[in-house]
């Protein structure tokens, strides 16, 4: 393979990976912008919603991909309900504490799901696997591209609603001034479950984009995804979702590069450097608005 | 109250020292022994949490620091030659080196920045360590590591575990007078407002790099002290569950104050224990994470503060009995 489609191969592969993390930052960006809080036990809700696409298909056999909507619609009610019980008592008591909650959310959802699922590795084959499309001098698998445009619909989807709907814009209104929201009588605390429970959704549709690509996953698969999230929220600005998609594909290409170009060891630490050059020129993210 | 909390204190520390002291004279079974081994070593893992904490810097990849100590150590003391009792200190040095580095990349951060940064740090130390560092550090496989005490000392275990005792109470009396000192109350000033600490002339990028030294630096031996009377030493050492552990055993325990790590321990490990006797496995954890988010939520100030608590809760029951059965009920 000449240079030319080497490089292709790297940003096509980039850029599927970066699917992902875009959903996963997405999510998480989202419940920051609304609640400004960081949910550190994100990863594991990616996990579930990876868990129950692999479970409705083993049962069903029904195409992985029709699946999404089920596993994401789950994750809206899982949400709802972990902030209700969980985030809702101690909002506003510190960010430290919000944080240790996570961990303890952490703890509770990897092992309930090791105790439900077992701890093994599993993957499940695609009905799509093995079939490829012709893009250029590239043969590429037909799931990544199947990925790809879903990834965009979602987004698409989310602009709407966000834009289009009453509760989009009240979300919108809360996250840009809680008080201000408020005194013109949106219940925030209702705008906080759903967002919770959307971004969690999409933490499920990242989930189940993983598996259905054919990627290994066991209870603790959430962890590494997301420390990737929050890398790249930190790159594309804490709370904004144009910078989480920018740097979700600068994260996927970036990581592809270097597997390539380094070797693979660098795959998953390439993030962490990439972290650090940031933070240390601009702390508050490429994109990201000043404090709070 | 504060005659209440001198009597405890008082009478509170010389009993537990001499309970500490007197354990393996009460009991034979070194299985005992060894366990409150490794739980004085989490005490001084989750004390060098709690002093950064202390500061205000939440962190979630401390289990770096842990392994950072305790790979130091096992290859200084490999390549040296030097007793395991001396590399623990060199070793916890290279640990506290590399927080000072961490801490220079997180000191202007906000809370979240610096828990993702430390976490995903954990993650990155262990990646190295399986791969660049393999040569160094054996790779998946781990290496031996050489013990405190030689096996063939009469009564080693025993010894270990007063030495390790040792540490521990030097450990505590440390952080009580970093607590109380200057520094202490420049890491308070600095948790509470930064601004008016600024303001005060505490220079908080100075204070904060001090305290992730300090607590690196005893993270680095709690790593080292545990790997050594293990006796072999593995990348999971860096597991994220590692990183949570301190976290959880000072919340329980009480945050920011110098007996919560310590109460945090004990309870945690008597439980953590009492079900691993029950046969449990992933339970345990979820039981772990139930606790956590209860004491978050119920016990913010963790198990130091449920004595205060209860008595202000019978004192309320007391003066004002509950409406409607006053009458019945005199002076209840």
Redesign the interface.
């Known amino acids: 393979m000449d240079e030319f489609s080497v490089i292709l191969q790297i940003i096509f592969w980039g850029l599927y990976a970066g699917c992902i993390y875009i959903l996963l930052a997405t999510g998480l960006n989202l419940i920051f912008g609304v609640m400004k809080v960081?949910n550190?036990a994100h990863g594991e809700f990616l996990m579930i919603g990876a868990y129950i696409t692999a479970t409705v298909f083993f049962l069903t056999g029904a195409n992985p991909y029709l699946i999404i909507v089920l596993s994401m619609l789950a994750l809206i009610g899982i949400g709802a309900v972990v902030e209700r019980l969980?985030f809702r008592?101690?909002l506003g008591?510190g960010?430290?504490?919000e944080?240790?909650?996570s961990?303890?959310?952490?703890?509770?959802i990897?092992?309930?799901a090791?105790?439900i699922w077992g701890?093994a590795w599993q993957s499940i084959k695609s009905p799509y696997s093995g079939i490829t499309v012709p893009i250029g001098p590239l043969a590429v698998p037909l799931d990544y591209v199947i990925i790809m445009v879903m990834t965009a619909v979602i987004l698409c989807g989310l602009y709407v609603f966000l834009k289009k709907t009453t509760i989009g814009m009240q979300m919108q209104a809360t996250s840009q001034n809680r008080k201000g929201a408020m005194l013109v009588g949106i219940d925030v605390e209702r705008i906080d479950v759903i967002s919770f429970g959307l971004g969690c959704a999409l933490a499920a549709a990242a989930g189940t984009l993983w598996v259905v690509s054919g990627q290994v996953f066991n209870p603790y698969m959430g962890?590494?995804p997301a420390?990737k999230a929050?890398?790249i929220i930190?790159l594309g600005g804490?709370g904004s979702i144009p910078g989480a998609i920018i740097g979700g594909l600068l994260m996927g290409l970036a990581e592809n590069g270097a597997a390539y170009f380094l070797g693979g060891?660098w795959k998953?630490?390439i993030?962490?450097v990439i972290?650090?050059i940031v933070?240390?020129i601009r702390?508050t993210g490429l994109f990201g608005e000043k404090g709070e | 109250m504060v005659s209440v909390q001198d009597k405890r204190i008082q009478y509170g520390i010389p009993a537990i020292l001499a309970l500490a002291l007197a354990v393996p004279v009460l009991t034979d079974s070194m299985f005992i022994v060894n366990l409150l081994v490794l739980m004085l070593i989490s005490i001084i893992f989750a004390s060098a949490w709690n002093l950064l904490?202390y500061s205000?810097q939440?962190s979630?990849g401390h289990a770096a620091f842990l392994g950072i100590g305790a790979y130091a150590s096992t290859v200084i003391a490999a390549k040296s030659g030097l007793s395991p009792l001396l590399t623990i200190f060199l070793g916890a040095a290279v640990a506290a080196f590399i927080g000072i580095l961490i801490g220079l990349?997180?000191v202007?951060?906000?809370?979240?920045?610096l828990?993702?940064?430390t976490?995903?740090?954990a993650?990155?130390v262990q990646?190295?360590t399986v791969?660049?560092l393999a040569p160094l550090s054996g790779g998946w496989d781990g290496i031996p590591s050489p013990r405190l005490f030689s096996a063939s000392l009469p009564g080693y275990q025993l010894i270990e575990y007063y030495f390790i005792l040792f540490i521990t109470l030097a450990t505590l009396g440390a952080i009580w007078y970093i607590m109380k000192s200057r520094i202490g109350l420049a890491f308070l000033a600095i948790r509470e407002n930064e601004l008016e600490a600024r303001a005060a002339g505490i220079d908080p990028v100075r204070y904060r790099l001090l305290a992730f030294a300090l607590s690196a630096y005893l993270a680095g031996v709690a790593g080292a002290l545990q790997i050594h009377h293990i006796g072999y030493l593995t990348p999971e050492l860096f597991g994220?569950e590692n990183s949570?552990w301190p976290?959880?055993f000072v919340?329980l325990g009480g945050?920011g104050t110098l007996a919560g790590p310590v109460v945090g321990t004990v309870v945690l490990t008597v439980i953590w224990e009492g079900l691993k006797a029950t046969g449990m496995t992933?339970?345990?954890?979820?039981i772990?994470?139930?606790i956590?988010?209860l004491a978050?939520?119920f016990l913010?100030q963790g198990l130091v503060s449920l004595p205060e608590k209860i008595r202000e809760w019978l004192k309320r029951r007391q003066k004002e009995p509950v409406p409607g059965t006053a009458g019945k009920q005199p002076g209840s």
């Open positions: 960081v550190f969980c008592p101690i008591t960010k430290l504490n944080i240790f909650l961990i303890g959310l952490i703890y509770i990897q092992n309930g090791a105790m701890d962890s590494i420390i929050f890398a930190i804490l060891i998953d630490a993030s962490f972290l650090i933070l240390v702390p | 904490a205000g939440g979630l990349t997180c202007r951060l906000k809370e979240w920045f828990a993702m940064v976490f995903g740090f993650i990155i990646t190295l791969s660049v994220t949570f976290v959880t919340i945050l992933f339970g345990r954890y979820v772990v994470g139930v956590l988010i978050i939520i913010p």
